[in-house]
């Protein structure tokens, strides 16, 4: 099956420039990139973005660059918008009719080639499969410990409880996971054209969703977050070349 590796990034963000802020000496974008560069089997390479820095970035690393319309960079933009925009250009302008679509989020550095590989792999195994997504498990964030604000600022619980057993103790509770935002692997010939007939809020990654559970991933979004990401790029060897 055709491979091909797409990395996204908006230069409209609340903190400025952060797909191509310096860490440990390299762009940030740089690390998942490489990473993707890796992946076996992979053949095309194509960045989507409305900036130049975070264009040039990745044009470094081996990217081919597609240049993403102003109103699917719009902070009210859905990432759907981009896929699809992308999509079609490596259709119509390069001859390229992916089958299975890596997306690497340009503001996460926790990405190793060996995680892609497994959820490629855990892709072809399973015919049925629309994508493989990496998943953290956490429960104290679970929805039935969730609160809301209601009409008249009292605090109640988001989920109506009336009709569930509930334990105050975390381990007590039915396991919830949460999807990452560093990469998600795509199986395009298992969906509709258009990505629209997925689950909620990402419809691009079908019904079928297969997951893969790591132990931590992070999206940066504040410039504490870049310390973390620096400590895990450490920890793990990756802040070298590979």
Not at 89 to 116: C, F, Q, R, Y
Request: glycine share 6%; charged share 25%.
């Amino acid at each position: 099956m055709n491979i091909t590796v797409l990395l996204t990034g908006r230069g409209n963000n609340t903190l400025k420039d952060k797909n191509t802020i310096k860490v440990l000496g390299k762009p940030l974008l740089e690390y998942g990139a490489s990473e993707g560069m890796l992946v076996d089997g992979a053949s095309s390479f194509f960045v989507s973005s409305e900036d130049d820095k975070i264009l040039s970035a990745a044009a470094n690393v081996g990217y081919k660059k597609i240049i993403r319309p102003k109103e699917y960079a719009a902070p009210s933009a859905q990432h759907i918008d981009c896929l699809r925009h992308a999509i079609k250009v490596m259709k119509n302008d390069h001859g390229i009719n992916p089958e299975i679509l890596v997306v690497l989020l340009a503001n996460s550095a926790t990405i190793k080639k060996e995680w892609i590989d497994d959820c490629i792999a855990l892709l072809k195994k399973n015919k049925e499969a629309t994508s493989v997504i990496p998943v953290q498990k956490n429960n104290d964030h679970h929805p039935f410990r969730a609160k809301k604000i209601n009409e008249n600022g009292f605090l109640e619980t988001f989920v109506d409880l009336t009709k569930h057993k509930v334990s105050s103790n975390r381990q007590d509770l039915e396991s919830i996971f949460f999807v990452c935002h560093n990469f998600w692997v795509l199986n395009l010939a298992n969906m509709k054209e258009d990505l629209s007939d997925g689950q909620a809020p990402w419809p691009f990654m079908g019904n079928n969703i297969l997951s893969y559970e790591v132990a931590y991933s992070l999206d940066v979004h504040r410039p504490e977050d870049i310390y973390l990401t620096e400590v895990w790029l450490k920890k793990n060897g990756l802040g070298e070349e590979r």
